[in-house]
């Protein structure tokens, strides 16, 4: 019988705790007989060796051939119905014969599932959330068939009370459903091998068997595999029966010129005749609508297509009118073409009119230019990649979301793209970019020193505090407040009043510079209670009436419908004290004709918004126009102050009079290139992120640059600063490819030099924004004479932005921006059974593929050693020895021989 210690370094003690024994024993003045103490002596040896092996980790170690068997069960989309009843029989007589041996069950898809002791144990996704689940609702999870007993039929006029309770986030039981679907939606084989193995014990002889159809999603299967310290066996199941079509691929050039005739190649697969509809869309607009016949297979089918006047087109194939098809997720796929050819700009225009003389002319000098409204601004950065360069010509904040707003900084600091901002009385602080997320990209602040020959402003801010303002509507208005008193400048004055169903001073009419006590006062403000606004208009007049300011304003924001009131009255006798009234309507709830009409009748501006987030840019606009100070309209003559080759050729001394800008700061590392006479900033630049944004805080159209339009330098002025602002791309001598393998993206770049030879040990980096605008900076490795490679997980679906840089010796040379777009899961695929991989995974872990349910659990050759730890049995065995000591050194057996006779 083997035996083994654990702990092996613990037998050293028996060298320090053996002669120390000795050592007393030989030293003892003891008077018992010698024999009792030698006996003594080897008692004590003894009990001590028993000790120390048991500290050792004395172990027997058997022979078993008991088997520990973990089954991998494949849940994933893939395995249709016939597979699962394969796999039931399979177990069904697997288990039958399973007599001594152990088993447990561990289901995968696209994570591993919870493990269960016995097959009725298991639970379908990784944790219940399954088909099981799907058609009950938890205990505590209302109908959405019965109405909620907080819902009301209405509310009066100044009462809170909620009209209806709308439950805005998912239910617990739409929620399971999500977790199941993203589940199912994937197979990583390889992390549910490693998971095993870790279940496995010692002491068993241990095995996995795998039953699936072997097509995997993501992990590298074999190589976990190879690191297995159990064979793995497996069992091949049949891949879905049911009528599917698919499109698999669509096949398109990864770059053309423009106005360049290419094909869009759809690849559509079918395990069975049926006729479609396929209908190609090139963004939003369908080019393509025909009826084809599909046969059973793979189906290519081309269609010719050219790109003019855009930079990136997304390519979508659909097919529909199918006579028979079980899953809908796969019957679309995208592709992403770039087009080379003329730099392009987009232009967003409050009035589009106004700017087609700068269209014109960059039109002119090879510049293609488009003009949308503010309702063109682009939702997405795919829009906004068709474009080298962005520019905002009076446009407010409060006409653009918070989301397009980061999207444009997602696409100047992450993407290299161009931005550039024009003045005019929308722009800048006047259109409430204050605290934006585009003024963190400008290189001017939009607040500014007020002039001291400017008129002083004294402002009282009157905001609705009822119950339906809570939350982040409370939190937007509060920050609004405290952004306008920000913007005030030391000669103003601000104070705030709060209302629900009466009204509260919040702060008190007081110089604008005591900030941070104005900032305490207005955090203190909690939403509650009804709405009665009169009460509040009345005592913001009664406030400003004795203010001494030359400008008076208020700003009143309600989201309800208020108690009744003189309204009109109250705001028509502020007019005549030369006080205006300015309205914020929030949400539809809001009485929008009655705002509209006190800010009509208090000669003031009516603003609506139905996006809380808005609400600082309102606030923020509404203080800079109030003001009457960001505005100088007095006519200037540029000046140089800085030379740049951006200005080459440009004789700027015979520029013409300008006739108004806008005031701002510059930012401290920006450059000011031209300015006006009194300093102010009047085209200012930096770099920001891997791109540019510049300011022009005058305007290009008649407004103020009413004489530049007939200046024989307006063309080139114009081209030259928007070549510089502009994203720069440069395709020669590279040659980038982008393709999706399975969850992960391949990026490959070939590079040659300008003589043609291979350019290697450059820098190449590569910035990936994913579909939530997540930025992931990579850098590519060499992998041969002038070619780099990486590779990135691609979870998410929907479009991947790239762009790609080149340089050496802290030099660019080339850049270049690309896309990849992410459509369904692999695992939506039609695919037949993976038995090669099966076949390799057995073969590389020792294991057997396709075994018979009955050979599982037989005996063979293999068996494993059951560690049995014995130091119990040491410890007692020592217990009693000690006993035994204990007695031969307390008790002289010599005395005890006389009664032996």
Same mark, same amino acid.
């Given at each position: 019988m083997p035996l083994e210690l654990t702990r092996p370094w613990a037998l050293a003690s028996l060298l320090v705790l053996a002669p120390v024994v000795a050592y007393y024993f030989a030293r003892s003045l003891s008077d018992f007989p010698r024999p009792q103490r030698v006996v003594s002596l080897i008692v004590r040896l003894t009990l001590i060796a028993l000790l120390v092996?048991?500290?050792?980790? /004395? #172990?027997?170690?058997?022979?078993?051939?008991?088997?520990?068997?973990?089954?991998?069960?494949?849940?994933?989309?893939?395995?249709?119905?016939?597979?699962?009843? =394969?796999?039931?029989?399979f177990l069904d007589e697997a288990l039958a014969k399973q007599g001594r041996h152990q088993a447990v069950f561990l289901p995968f898809a696209s994570e591993v599932g919870a493990m269960a002791d016995r097959r009725a144990d298991v639970i379908a996704g990784p944790d219940g959330a399954g088909a099981a689940d799907d058609n009950k609702l938890s205990s505590d999870e209302p109908s959405s068939d019965e109405p909620s007993s907080d819902e009301s039929d209405g509310a009066a006029p100044g009462s809170d009370e909620p009209l209806a309770v709308v439950q805005t986030g998912p239910t617990p039981k739409q929620q399971r459903e999500e977790r199941w679907r993203r589940y199912r939606d994937g197979t990583n084989l390889a992390?549910?091998?490693?998971?095993? @193995?870790g279940y496995l014990p010692p002491g068993y002889v241990p095995e996995i068997v795998v039953l699936s159809d072997g097509n995997t999603t993501d992990g590298d299967a074999l190589a976990a595999a190879a690191r297995s310290r159990a064979p793995i066996s497996t069992v091949p199941l049949p891949t879905r029966t049911e009528p599917e079509v698919q499109v698999s691929e669509v096949v398109v050039p990864?770059?053309?010129?423009?106005?360049?005739?290419?094909?869009?190649?759809?690849?559509?697969?079918?395990?069975?005749?049926? =006729? %479609?509809? @396929?209908?190609?869309?090139?963004?939003?607009?369908?080019v393509v609508s025909e009826e084809h016949e599909l046969k059973v297979g793979e189906n290519r089918l081309r269609f010719q297509q050219s790109i003019e006047r855009a930079r990136l087109a997304a390519y979508t194939v659909r097919v529909t009118k199918l006579s028979e098809d079980t899953l809908l997720d796969n019957n679309s796929e995208s592709g992403l073409v770039f087009a080379a050819g003329k730099p392009r700009v987009l232009i967003i225009e409050s009035d589009?009119?106004?700017?087609?003389?700068?269209?014109?002319?960059?039109?002119?000098?090879?510049?293609?230019?488009?003009?949308?409204?503010?309702?063109?601004?682009?939702?997405?950065?795919?829009?906004?990649?068709?474009?080298?360069?962005?520019?905002?010509?009076?446009v407010p904040a409060t006409s653009l979301t918070g989301q397009q707003m980061e999207l444009v900084r997602t696409y100047v600091q992450q993407l290299g793209g161009g931005f550039m901002m024009l003045g005019g009385e929308q722009s800048f602080g006047l259109g409430g970019y204050y605290k934006t997320s585009l003024e963190e990209i400008l290189p001017v602040r939009s607040d500014f020193q007020k002039e001291k020959e400017t008129p002083s402003l004294a402002m009282v801010l009157v905001i609705d505090k009822s119950g339906s303002m809570s939350g982040e509507k409370m939190e937007m208005a509060k920050s609004a407040a405290r952004g306008a008193g920000e913007l005030l400048g030391r000669r103003d004055k601000l104070g705030v009043l709060a209302f629900d169903g009466e009204t509260y001073l919040i702060s008190e009419l007081q110089s604008a510079d005591n900030k941070a006590k104005i900032s305490d006062e207005i955090a203190r403000i909690e939403a509650g209670g009804g709405t009665s606004m009169y009460p509040g208009m009345e005592q913001a007049y009664e406030m400003l009436q004795s203010a001494s300011a030359k400008l008076k304003h208020v700003i009143v924001l309600t989201d309800g419908v208020s108690a009744p009131g003189d309204f009109e009255g109250i705001a028509q006798e502020m007019a005549s004290q030369r006080i205006t009234v300015s309205t914020v309507a929030v949400g539809e709830g809001a009485d929008v004709d009655l705002l509209e009409s006190i800010a009509r009748a208090g000669k003031g501006r009516y603003h609506f918004t139905n996006d809380a987030t808005q609400i600082p840019q309102i606030f923020a606009k509404e203080t800079v126009t109030a003001s009457k100070s960001a505005?100088?309209?007095?006519?200037?003559?540029?000046?140089?102050?800085?030379?740049t080759h951006a200005l080459k050729e440009l004789d700027m001394e015979t520029a013409p009079f300008l /006739?108004?800008?806008?005031?701002?700061?510059?930012?401290?590392?920006?450059?000011?290139? /031209?300015? #006006?006479?009194?300093?102010?900033?009047?085209?200012?630049?930096?770099?920001?992120?891997?791109?540019?944004?510049?300011?022009?805080?005058?305007?290009? =159209?008649?407004?103020?640059?009413?004489?530049?339009?007939?200046?024989?330098?307006?063309?080139?002025?114009?081209?030259?600063?928007?070549?510089?602002?502009?994203?720069?791309?440069? %395709?020669?001598?590279?040659? @980038?490819?982008?393709?999706?393998?399975?969850?992960?993206?391949?990026?490959?770049?070939?590079a040659v030099d300008d003589l043609g030879q291979f350019l290697n040990q450059a820098d190449v980096e590569l910035t990936v924004i994913d579909p939530q605008? =997540?930025?992931?900076?990579?850098?590519?490795r060499q992998t041969a004479p002038g070619r780099y490679l990486a590779e990135f997980a691609t979870p998410r679906s929907g479009p991947y932005h790239l762009d790609l840089a080149v340089g050496r010796n802290e030099r660019q040379l080339y850049r270049q921006s690309r896309g990849l777009t992410v459509g369904y899961s692999d695992e939506l695929r039609i695919q037949p059974t993976n038995e090669p991989l099966l076949r390799s995974l057995a073969e590389r872990s020792g294991g057997r593929y396709d075994p018979t349910p009955a050979s599982l659990f037989e005996d063979d050759e293999r068996a494993a050693e059951r560690p049995t730890p014995l130091w119990p049995h040491l410890v007692t065995a020592a217990l009693l020895l000690l006993i035994v000591d204990v007695a031969l050194r307390r008790i002289d057996f010599g005395l005890l021989a006389p009664f032996r006779g």
């Open positions: 092996l048991a500290l050792g980790g /004395l #172990t027997l170690l058997r022979d078993t051939r008991q088997r520990f068997i973990v089954f991998l069960l494949d849940q994933s989309t893939s395995v249709g119905e016939s597979a699962q009843a =394969k796999a039931d029989a992390s549910a091998i490693e998971a095993a @193995v990864a770059e053309v010129r423009e106005g360049e005739p290419f094909y869009v190649e759809a690849v559509i697969f079918s395990n069975h005749p049926d =006729k %479609a509809l @396929v209908e190609i869309f090139k963004g939003d607009h369908k589009p009119n106004l700017i087609r003389d700068l269209a014109y002319a960059l039109e002119q000098e090879g510049v293609e230019a488009d003009v949308r409204p503010p309702q063109g601004m682009p939702d997405s950065l795919a829009d906004l990649q068709n474009y080298e360069l962005l520019m905002l010509s009076n505005i100088n309209e007095q006519p200037f003559l540029p000046q140089t102050i800085r030379a /006739l108004g800008f806008v005031m701002t700061r510059p930012k401290p590392t920006c450059e000011v290139i /031209l300015a #006006t006479e009194s300093g102010d900033p009047l085209l200012a630049w930096w770099r920001y992120g891997l791109g540019m944004a510049t300011a022009f805080t005058s305007d290009a =159209k008649s407004r103020w640059a009413a004489e530049w339009i007939t200046w024989e330098g307006y063309s080139k002025f114009w081209t030259q600063i928007v070549r510089q602002t502009m994203r720069k791309s440069d %395709a020669r001598g590279v040659m @980038v490819h982008a393709q999706r393998r399975g969850q992960r993206a391949v990026v490959e770049v070939d605008l =997540k930025r992931q900076p990579l850098r590519l």
